[in-house]
């Protein structure tokens, strides 16, 4: 594929073209309905000049040629992959065999860390930007559910096969078309397969590589996306257990001496279904899961509910956050009052806290992108959702999110699907957004700049 666009020499900088508003998913987390951020009409001169140079140049050409070939032996890798269950916190079986594919496609001294995650390190030519390209490895399904990769009416149906599965299959792909080409990047390309994306993973992978590798410059996290949509904003989240304990009593012969856990956890949620959030930021809360008594016939001395708080914005996240554990504290209140007692508690547990951020719009990494995009005859959508890149967001470490190309449905369902024709097109627009970003020897030079080493 030979993507054609404007030369820096035609006009200072490259027009780019904007879509207004789309609705995608990323890692299953719907994004919003319209853009977060208006999108960069144009990119600065040295932008333009780096993806003009990376297109015109045989070597990347032939690269990309290599990607299309690549494409069928990589859809057997996707098969395979997804074929092995990947519940979370049970990852290990994916990761052993993604850790044999790195391996054998040239990362010899590619690794599982302590968390679990696969890393493995594509040294450049030296003195460049460490760029880390990452996907998941977990999925939302329970051990026991059927895997198996079934085709029909054209495409792929498994449960996790487009997330995040599409994107480990393209990063084999990318490390083995890399060497096989012996394309030499400037900065290194740090390659990870990571844990704990999904559901109460709570990015726990993600923060052990932030954790332990303090010389990040950048991150391109790979998820199911439409083509030219780019995650810039990193939906904040906490999430709470709370279980209600009472003395429990006959339904009869203890009425009105003993206060419900059940009525005392519907009081909660009545509360909590009052509260008002800010339409902007996008500020969200739901109770996700109840359950607890013991029979029919019996006063509840118990109950458990789950709450998920979003925000856009940290501020709006921790108003809302208190309002919500102000409403169960006043809910237990009330039912005490209702029979004069004081006997019903409430305990409340954090069980999921995903840090957030923003990248700026007029950072190099969103404008490498967008210009990648356009290169591609992709329009650019910046949307915001909750995926792996919101810890490096909340580092203030350039990062985005993208898509690799094919057409995906029914995330987080059985029926989930992919559509894997002419799905090589993603994964070269993706790849070369990567290039510009870390350059390649002899034809261009590094986007993304070093940054100090973090402190811990």
């Known amino acids: 594929m030979a993507p054609r666009f404007p030369g820096p020499k035609q006009r200072p900088a490259t027009a780019i073209m904007v879509l207004a508003i789309a609705t995608l998913a990323f890692g299953g987390a719907q994004a919003q309905n319209s853009a977060v951020a208006p999108t960069p009409t144009y990119v600065r001169p040295v932008v333009d000049q780096v993806y003009s140079q990376l297109l015109a140049a045989p070597t990347v050409r032939k690269l990309l040629d290599a990607v299309k070939a690549d494409h069928e032996r990589s859809i057997e890798d996707l098969r395979m992959l997804t074929e092995i269950e990947a519940p979370p916190f049970k990852e290990q079986r994916r990761a052993e065999a993604f850790l044999v594919r790195m391996k054998a496609l040239g990362l010899a001294d590619a690794r599982i860390d302590a968390e679990g995650n696969v890393i493995g390190v594509r040294r450049g030519s030296g003195n460049g930007p460490r760029l880390l390209v990452s996907a998941h490895l977990d999925t939302v399904f329970p051990a026991g559910t059927d895997v198996r990769v079934k085709e029909r009416d054209g495409r792929l149906h498994a449960p996790g096969i487009s997330d995040d599965t599409r994107a480990l299959s393209v990063l084999l792909s990318w490390l083995k078309v890399l060497n096989d080409q012996q394309v030499k990047t400037v900065g290194d390309l740090i390659f ?15 923060k052990a590589i932030f954790r332990d590798h303090l010389d990040i410059d950048g991150m391109v996290g790979l998820e199911p996306a439409a083509d030219g949509t780019v995650l810039v904003l990193g939906t904040a989240s906490h999430r709470y257990e709370v279980t209600f304990k009472g003395p429990g009593g006959h339904s009869y012969g203890a009425f009105g001496q003993v206060p419900s856990a059940v009525h005392g956890m519907g009081r909660a949620i009545a509360r909590i279904a009052d509260i ?105 959508l910046l949307v915001g959702a909750s995926t792996d890149a919101n810890v490096a967001m909340s580092l203030g470490i350039p990062a985005i999110t993208i898509g690799t190309g094919g057409r995906t449905g029914g995330f987080h369902a059985l029926s989930e699907w992919i559509d894997v024709t002419d799905a090589w097109q993603g994964a070269q627009n993706a790849l070369v957004t990567v290039l510009g970003l870390v350059g390649v020897q002899g034809v261009s030079e590094p986007l993304l700049a070093r940054r100090p080493p973090r402190a811990r």
């Open 276 to 380: 008002e959030t800010p339409a902007s930021p996008r500020t969200t809360f739901t109770v996700g899961t109840v359950s607890g008594g013991t029979s029919v016939n019996t006063i509840a001395p118990d109950a458990r509910m789950t709450v998920d708080i979003r925000s856009d914005e940290t501020g709006p996240l921790l108003d809302t956050e208190k309002k919500v554990l102000t409403a169960i504290d006043e809910a237990v209140a009330a039912e005490n009052k209702r029979w004069n007692v004081s006997t019903l508690s409430a305990s409340t547990k954090l069980i999921g806290d995903r840090p957030g951020g923003r990248t700026p719009v007029d950072s190099v990494i969103v404008e490498a992108v967008v210009r990648s995009n356009a290169a591609f005859g992709h329009r650019t």
């Open 192 to 206: 990870v397969g990571n844990v704990g994306e999904e559901e109460l993973g709570n990015l726990r992978g993600m």
